[in-house]
């Protein structure tokens, strides 16, 4: 089955700067690739999404690449704010399949 | 997207006892899934719910522990049985429709003491 693999697991970052998280597959046959932002005390909430016929998608502040050579996908923040802290996570979802398969999460943190 | 209430929010119970959680999403959805989350930790899928048939459990995850009901296209029930500390966690409902966006209710926050 899919494995996706999530780095870094902590990240602090300066409120301006940008923040980038990465995340690896194992199945090229992997097709979707959400990104989740998790706040304390909240359910994962959808905030962009890339399916592999496209390399990048952009909405806002916040962008995604994928590279299915390589198979990493990437979640980008920029003109990062104080209520971009939160957990985000990174998922696969295989060709075929229904299941989403998560990566550990990163804990990001924008010091004012 | 879809809006998914869960509820409880959080309960604390006493080992021994069950807790029946409801997840209630505001459209008809394709597939229905619950999720484990212990603190700090990501996201682990405890079974799929089925609508009019029994759910599909993942390793290590039974019915017997976790027995789940999809009646219709829009709800689902999952209760942790004969509970222990050792199930204090967050379980997530999620659904999602033919398009594969999956959206998550807001979870429930479970303690046994």
């Known amino acids: 089955g899919e494995n996706v693999e999530q780095h870094p697991s902590t990240l602090s970052v300066q409120e301006g700067d940008s923040a980038v998280i990465k995340c690896t597959y194992s199945?090229?046959?992997?097709?979707?690739f959400p990104w989740y932002k998790q706040e304390l005390g909240k359910g994962p909430q959808l905030i962009i999404d890339?399916?592999?016929?496209?390399g990048e998608k952009k909405d806002q502040r916040i962008a995604v690449t994928l590279n299915k050579t390589a198979k990493h996908f990437s979640l980008h923040i920029t003109e990062t704010q104080p209520e971009d802290s939160a957990v985000y996570f990174c998922?696969?979802?295989?060709?075929?399949?229904?299941?989403?398969?998560f990566g550990k999460g990163t804990k990001l943190s924008v010091i004012p | 997207s879809a809006v998914i209430s869960q509820k409880p929010s959080r309960d604390i119970c006493q080992r021994g006892t069950s807790l029946t959680i409801q997840c209630q999403v505001d459209?008809?959805?394709?597939?229905m899934f619950w999720y484990r989350q212990q603190p700090g930790q990501s996201l682990t899928l405890i079974a799929t719910?089925?609508?009019?048939?029994?759910?599909?459990?993942e390793s290590g995850f039974v019915i017997d522990k976790f027995p789940i009901s999809r009646p219709n296209l829009t709800f689902s029930t999952l209760t942790v049985s004969n509970m222990s500390p050792e199930d204090s966690s967050i379980y997530l409902c999620?659904?999602?429709?033919?398009?594969?966006?999956?959206?998550f209710g807001q979870g429930t926050r479970l303690t046994v003491v």
């Open positions: 999620s659904a999602n429709r033919e398009s594969t966006e999956a959206f």
């Open positions: 199945d090229s046959a992997s097709n979707y």
């Open positions: 890339i399916r592999s016929n496209v």
């Open positions: 998922a696969g979802l295989g060709a075929g399949s229904y299941q989403l398969t």
């Open positions: 459209s008809q959805v394709t597939m």
């Open positions: 719910a089925n609508q009019g048939s029994e759910a599909t459990y």
